[in-house]
């Protein structure tokens, strides 16, 4: 009889699984909708159309082959992958208002933002070390930053990513999910499926929470510590006009260093189940469009050597 019971309880627990979820996405105001839509179509093109010009620049002149563009070359690579894994369904909420997504196809999702997201995080910490070097040694950074040093920098963060991606899929996809199956963001993220979950949930939520310090403050520390020393060195220089250079370009890459970190330091790093899912989408917003938005702007196209070659491919007097 015991086993029965257990052969029961597991039909049940296999017909109440869910198959699907219902995202709500970002609004559900029809009027709003519309141009919300219209808004994040725009800002989804033009992030596309940034990062690929900035990647054909780099690929297509020799004088932009340097550790520092390298960086950007995989950070804009990045930004398309990116935003292509969460655009697309906030795009479809606010066309169609909530709809259903399988929940294989709802865990793919999840498992490439979480690679994403985790990569970006690494990538930052390298860039900004690359900086550390270039300012506070120069004399060695051509060792420090020789081209295998670069390209470790730059396996590690997507390996890195993967790895930890790997595990906190694992662990989500595992767990019950007997109902209700209503996702209030609009892209399957870790929170609202942890707050879905129907089993004990604290394996995963330390899992969760180890790697959120691991990654994101772990590159965290980098990012500062790396800024830090580069605004000690800056404050060391003897012209006024050298200062004011390296101090309002370390503070432009802060204010997008700071963004990104806080919204998702604020989602990811709480052990807790979040129930303000308003805000979650707010936030998530921020780091999943207005980053990769801001970050070719921030870090490229505002940086001369590449407006001289933009100028120069455009044929610009």
């Not at 979480?114 to 550390?132: G, H, K």
Request: hydrophobic fraction near 50%; glycine fraction near 4%.
């Amino acid at each position: 009889s015991h086993y029965r019971q257990m052969e029961k309880a597991f039909e049940v627990t296999n017909m109440t699984r869910v198959q699907q979820f219902i995202l709500l996405g970002l609004s559900t105001r029809l009027g709003l909708r519309d141009v919300l839509f219209a808004v994040f179509l725009t800002l989804y093109l033009l992030t596309l159309l940034e990062n690929t010009l900035i990647i054909y620049l780099i690929c297509s002149h020799n004088e932009l082959h340097k550790p520092m563009y390298f960086f950007l070359g995989n950070l804009s690579c990045l930004e398309m992958c990116y935003v292509s894994v969460t655009m697309p369904t906030l795009l479809v909420g606010l066309w169609m208002g909530p709809y259903r997504i399988s929940f294989t196809l709802c865990m793919t999702q999840l498992f490439f933002f979480i690679v994403l997201i985790c990569t970006e995080c690494t990538l930052l910490a390298s860039m900004a070390y690359d900086r550390f070097v270039a300012i506070c040694h120069p004399l060695h950074y051509p060792v420090l930053m020789r081209p295998q040093v670069c390209l470790g920098l730059a396996l590690s963060s997507w390996l890195g990513g993967l790895v930890v991606s790997v595990a906190k899929t694992t662990c989500i996809a595992s767990l019950s999910y007997c109902g209700p199956n209503v996702l209030n963001q609009f892209f399957c993220d870790v929170s609202p499926l942890l707050n879905l979950s129907c089993t004990h949930v604290a394996l995963t939520e330390l899992v969760d929470f180890i790697s959120a310090i691991v990654i994101f403050c772990g590159t965290l520390l980098v990012s500062l510590a790396s800024y830090t020393a580069i605004g000690m060195t800056v404050l060391r220089m003897p012209s006024a006009a050298a200062r004011h250079k390296a101090f309002s370009t370390c503070a432009s890459h802060l204010v997008v260093v700071g963004i990104f970190y806080s919204a998702a330091l604020f989602i990811y790093c709480r052990p807790s189940r979040i129930k303000s899912m308003d805000l979650n989408k707010v936030l998530s917003v921020i780091y999943t469009v207005v980053t990769p938005l801001c970050n070719p702007i921030i870090y490229c196209l505002r940086n001369r050597e590449v407006h001289a070659v933009l100028q120069k491919t455009l044929h610009w007097p």
